[in-house]
């Protein structure tokens, strides 16, 4: 039986037993984030995964170095070894005191960019509020697109990894998530889908949306409503490029508005 020492004992949990450490960089384009950085002094990794929490995912600045290539401001990482293993490092969370947003009240939860963007969405006792600079634009839009499956992997075929052993678990899931494996991504005949990318640039072009810049507030969709609490309808922009006012165009009579130089081409008014 192996004897171990008090101070092996304490050395080797004290080096397994998790780190942290300064991001220099992280990839976000793999299905599994990866993060490089530092750990102990002269203990510099890459590729270490870093998973992140379903329905919210962050991407960290780089570090910031000097000319020799030192990091002198960076995030911060804190790692765990699975099952001690020094070779098998996991970035469990990361932070960035540079553009952390602190000092919230109980109970507040946000979101942001970085500190020079001014971007935020916070949740605080008071409401909701989506903050940008004057610079930025804010905007709620529509993807001209319905929604899909969430399911992974197209119907037909065998079942994929059903039954089979848990032995090499970790390599089958670097495998399965973006890693390189024989299989060319299918298993069983099913090809295996995974991932998304960002979709806000396809919204951009989108003509439904709610858009607040420093220069205007535009609103678009097939039919634009302004209602009051009552639930009614006081302002229709049409699909027949008509603008009904008083009313929901097909609710009330209507006639077009006239001016003091004469009849408006597009714009109805309520009758009565």
């Not at 001014?118 to 903050?131: A, V």
Request: with cysteine; glycine share 16%.
């Amino acid at each position: 039986m192996h004897r171990a020492t008090p101070l092996n004992s304490s050395l080797r949990g004290y080096s397994a037993g998790g780190a942290r450490g300064v991001v220099d960089q992280v990839d976000d384009s793999k299905l599994m984030q990866e993060m490089g950085g530092n750990f102990m002094a002269n203990e510099t990794r890459s590729g270490v995964e870093a998973p992140q929490n379903y329905g919210f995912t962050s991407v960290v600045f780089d570090a910031e170095k000097d000319a020799m290539g030192k990091i002198k401001a960076s995030a911060e990482h804190f790692s765990a070894f699975i099952g001690g293993s020094r070779s098998f490092p996991v970035a469990g969370s990361m932070d960035d005191r540079r553009h952390r947003l602190y000092k919230l009240e109980k109970g507040d939860t946000a979101m942001f960019r970085g500190r020079g963007d001014k971007q935020q969405f916070h949740l605080s006792q008071d409401g909701g509020f989506w903050t940008a600079p004057q610079d930025k634009t804010v905007r709620m839009h529509l993807l001209q697109e319905d929604s899909e499956s969430n399911a992974t992997m197209n119907q037909g075929g065998g079942s994929s990894g059903s039954g089979g052993s848990s032995s090499g678990g970790h390599a089958a899931a670097r495998d399965a998530s973006g890693g390189s494996s024989s299989g060319g991504g299918q298993q069983g005949g099913q090809q295996q889908n995974r991932g998304q990318q960002a979709r806000y640039k396809d919204g951009q072009k989108s003509p439904m949306f709610v858009e607040v810049t420093k220069d205007k507030t535009r609103m678009g969709g097939n039919q634009c409503h302004l209602a009051l609490a009552d639930g009614k309808t006081y302002l229709h922009c049409h699909t027949d490029k008509q603008v009904y006012v008083g009313a929901e165009a097909g609710k009330a009579s209507f006639d077009y508005l006239v001016t003091l130089s004469g009849p408006c081409v597009n714009s109805l008014g309520k009758i009565g």
